[in-house]
């Protein structure tokens, strides 16, 4: 069994910054993918990043290229997800997923193409 614990989270003016983090447990992380998801009150969870095992493949949320940087350090079992220039529609509860092996042909934007979940960490950009 992984556990995911993510951390980091808070309340932050707009374009103000935030640097989220979730570290894994319970098993050898080698070979994890691993994503971001976001779950803004009265609306689905939408998918937000996602890195490769090694970190030479990431994927973005179009609404969030540019401002969002995931990242990972395996040797702490450990990834993250610097936001700036953040804005009030970035407001939601912050996911990190993992999957114990690559992405092959599942997308890294599917809930389903992940198997372990954290509990969440609240974001809210407000003035």
């Known amino acids: 069994q992984v556990k995911l614990v993510e951390s980091g989270g808070g309340s932050v003016q707009p374009g103000g910054s935030l640097k989220l983090s979730c570290a894994a447990s319970?098993?050898?992380?080698?070979?994890?993918?691993m994503g971001w998801f976001r779950q803004a009150p009265g609306k689905e969870r939408e998918f937000v990043a996602a890195i490769s095992w090694g970190g030479g493949n990431t994927y973005y949320l179009d609404s969030v290229k540019g401002r969002f940087t995931i990242s990972r350090t395996n040797a702490k079992n450990t990834v993250y997800l610097q936001m700036n220039s953040l804005k009030p529609e970035d407001t939601a509860v912050y996911y990190c997923?993992?999957?114990?092996?690559?992405?092959?042909?599942?997308?890294?934007?599917?809930?389903?193409?992940?198997?372990?979940w954290g509990q969440g960490t609240q974001v809210t950009v407000s003035s």
């Open positions: 997923a993992a999957r114990p092996r690559p992405f092959y042909s599942d997308s890294p934007l599917e809930e389903l193409s992940y198997d372990y």
């Open positions: 319970g098993r050898t992380f080698a070979g994890f993918a």
